[in-house]
């Protein structure tokens, strides 16, 4: 049964950095494409970083400049750096790699 296992989120002021790390119970090099979506309290879960095998990578705009997404294929690890967060960066955030179900995610507070 795939799974997988999402970490490193927590309570952080504005304006500092927080870096999600996502453990997948499979190989992540076969996969694809790897997301990152977060789900704020009362509001649907949105997309904010995608990146290839290739290494190719995207963000939603709100995050662009601040929020970088890696893989490391030897630890079988995908990260989020997060920098500069704000109070609406709050939310749970998930990993989804394709063709895995949903994790428990892993909560984000950014808050004074």
């Known amino acids: 049964q795939v799974q997988l296992v999402e970490s490193g989120g927590g309570l952080v002021q504005p304006g500092g950095s927080l870096r999600l790390s996502c453990k997948p119970s499979?190989?992540?090099?076969?996969?694809?494409?790897i997301r990152w979506y977060r789900q704020a309290p009362g509001k649907q879960r949105d997309l904010v970083a995608i990146?290839?095998?290739?290494?190719?990578?995207d963000y939603v705009d709100s995050v662009k400049g601040r929020f970088t997404i890696s893989r490391d294929n030897a630890k079988n690890t995908v990260y989020l750096q997060m920098n500069s967060l704000k109070p609406e960066d709050t939310a749970v955030y998930y990993c989804?790699?394709?063709?895995?179900?949903w994790g428990q995610g892993t909560q984000v507070i950014v808050s004074s």
């Open positions: 989804n790699p394709s063709g895995y179900p």
């Open positions: 990146i290839t095998s290739g290494g190719v990578t």
């Open positions: 499979g190989s992540i090099a076969s996969i694809n494409g």
